[in-house]
């Protein structure tokens, strides 16, 4: 089956240790995001990467980094610095990102961060 | 701020009725995109608008792209209660770079 695959599902985390985000894709996508989710709100971009071994932070980066060493993986790391991290994290992949196109963002299943 | 803005933010319609949600931008959008996310789920991806004034269809959903690119709308008509769900609307911001923003989103509750 081809898709995106996010572990853990649910996560808990104490106060000041840092967790990272598992994000796997094998549908051979270029581009790949993380997405902060919290309850009622939208989705707001942390990092995206268009290519392995470049990345971008989005509008909320602040206490997160990721790495994108594979082509097929987009870890996300939420360190200690992140103040109010207890949300629902989202990663996509897409084919290409042009300067004037964004083509369709296929969506993992989601992480849902608590922190105790 | 948020320059993607949706209305309403929820709303409550007895199955069989019609639903309709409104996105704005402040800026012109090169593109907008839909997608519906269940409770509980992720999104997914609905449709794709990138003409001005352009109309998609797809089944009892109807999707329109303003004339000024500014603004869209999905329609459904009578509700059913597989339509429960969060519909946002993602475009991108011709002057903002070539990041998708989002819309806050609206939250669709259907009365059986």
């Known amino acids: 089956d081809g898709g995106i695959t996010q572990s853990p599902k649910y996560l808990f985390r104490k106060e000041g240790q840092n967790v990272t985000l598992s994000c796997e894709q094998n549908l051979n996508h270029d581009a790949m995001y993380w997405y902060r989710q919290d309850p009622g709100q939208g989705l707001r971009l942390i990092y995206y990467s268009q290519i392995v071994n470049d990345f971008q932070k989005g509008d909320i980066a602040e206490g997160y980094s990721v790495s994108r060493e594979k082509k097929e993986s987009f870890p996300l790391t939420v360190t200690s610095a992140q103040k109010n991290p207890t949300a629902f994290y989202l990663c996509a992949s897409s084919i290409v990102w042009t300067s004037s196109y964004t083509d369709t963002q296929y969506f993992g299943p989601g992480t849902r961060l608590t922190v105790l | ?112």
């Not at chain 2, 309403?8 to 639903?19: L, S």
């Not at chain 2, 794709?48 to 690119?69: D, H, I, M, Y």
Request: charged residues 15%; proline residues 4%; hydrophobic residues 30%.
């Open chain 2, 1 to 112: 701020g948020q320059q993607v803005m949706q209305i309403p933010q929820y709303q409550h319609v007895q199955e069989g009725e019609d639903f309709t949600t409104y996105c704005n931008s402040s800026t012109t959008l090169s593109n907008i995109q839909w997608y519906k996310q269940r409770p509980g789920g992720h999104p997914v991806f609905l449709i794709q608008l990138v003409k001005s004034g352009e109309v998609k269809k797809q089944k009892r959903l109807t999707f329109q792209f303003g004339e000024a690119k500014k603004n869209s709308s999905l329609h459904i008509t009578a509700t059913q209660t597989t339509d429960v769900g969060t519909y946002f609307c993602a475009g991108i911001l011709r002057w903002g770079g070539n990041m998708l923003t989002f819309g806050g989103g609206t939250r669709l509750m259907v009365k059986p």
